[in-house]
């Protein structure tokens, strides 16, 4: 083989794969393409192999010989199983400015790319009909979930986030960074996602959502959020809003004791975030008019359906915040003629 792989796999090679793709994209043989790309990444350039696959999947979506999602499903479980998968996707220092919803095969895709293509054809199919957009969703969910059982990125069991636990917590850390623009996928399309998805979809997202929420670095999501428009701002809180209900109706339709805790888990994560940006925004929050207090307390009436001695004392602290810092907000008008002091003496 010659010093430089890339000199025989060129733009030739390329366009012979994307011709038997052609060929045999109904036939088993596909998936010996898929994995034909998955074993080249032992072996070759990352780069070209990603260019190569970026060519398949644009083609697949182009001349819509995928339009259940099954073709490209099948191309990110097979290069998921790749056993550095998650190494592939390096540099892990994700930053804030690189996140955006609607380019994220931009400057995130560039350095991010494997994860930054599944994400971008989610957020593609979020607009779209219900196969595809189901499909979609669950290989995001699938792959979310072979990361967070994967041994190597467990972390110390007695820390309930990313903010401790070690080594294994920082390689969780740095795996929910990588799926962070799902976070401004689903603020942006938050109307979407609450009202539109079917319940199975809405739980599936939204477990990918907790998933990076749980373990992403607090900084970044500081960074990422305190700059977006409010309109972002209060997407992503109406998705938390629908996140626990969604989480709590699953709870209540199967009573076992697993889903209590998913759900109290759940809980716990939107709790955290409430709470620092309770303790954060003061300014914004405070300021009259501003729709986002409204927003954020919406979250918090939703947080009050859990009563569990696990999850309650968490919740009393967060709104030991809000009474103490925002009591003029508190006195203002919260809808159902009610001001939001009065639901709050009314959850109480």
Not at 108 to 132: I, S, T, W
Not at 303 to 317: D, E, I, Q, S
Request: proline share 3%; aromatic share 8%.
């Amino acid at each position: 083989a010659p010093q430089n792989r890339a000199a025989w796999f060129g733009a030739d090679v390329g366009r012979v794969l994307l011709e038997l793709a052609q060929e045999h994209y109904r036939a088993p043989d596909h998936m010996l393409l898929h994995k034909f790309w998955r074993d080249l990444l032992h072996v070759m350039d990352r780069g070209v192999v990603f260019s190569h696959v970026a060519d398949h999947v644009h083609f697949l979506r182009r001349n819509a010989l995928d339009a259940k999602f099954k073709r490209r499903a099948s191309l990110f479980r097979t290069l998921a199983e790749h056993e550095r998968f998650v190494a592939l996707n390096v540099p892990h220092d994700v930053r804030a400015d690189e996140v955006d919803a609607d380019a994220v095969l931009g400057a995130f895709g560039r350095r991010h790319f494997l994860v930054a293509l599944l994400l971008d054809e989610v957020n593609r199919e979020l607009d779209g009909p219900v196969p595809p957009r189901g499909k979609a969703i669950d290989t995001l969910r699938e792959l979310v979930e072979r990361h967070d059982h994967d041994e190597r990125f467990l972390a110390d069991p007695n820390h309930a986030s990313a903010a401790g636990g070690g080594a294994g917590a920082t390689l969780r850390t740095h795996l929910a960074n990588l799926y962070f623009p799902l976070l401004a996928i689903v603020a942006n399309k938050a109307e979407l996602v609450v009202d539109k998805l079917t319940r199975g979809e809405r739980l599936h997202l939204h477990k990918c959502v907790l998933f990076v929420l749980k373990n992403c670095s607090r900084q970044l999501f500081a960074d990422w959020f305190f700059v977006q428009p409010q309109r972002m701002q209060e997407g992503l809180l109406a998705a938390l809003e629908a996140a626990v209900d969604v989480f709590r109706r699953d709870m209540e339709r199967t009573l076992e004791a697993e889903e209590r805790d998913r759900w109290t888990t759940v809980c716990l994560v939107i709790d955290e975030v409430v709470y620092m940006l309770a303790a954060t925004l003061v300014e914004e929050l405070s300021r009259e008019g501003n729709r986002l207090f409204g927003a954020l307390w919406a979250v918090v009436r939703a947080l009050f359906a859990n009563g569990t001695p696990r999850f309650v004392p968490h919740l009393y602290a967060t709104v030991h915040v809000l009474v103490s810092t925002y009591r003029a907000p508190l006195l203002h008008h919260g809808g159902d003629n009610n001001a939001y002091g009065e639901q709050l003496v009314h959850e109480l």
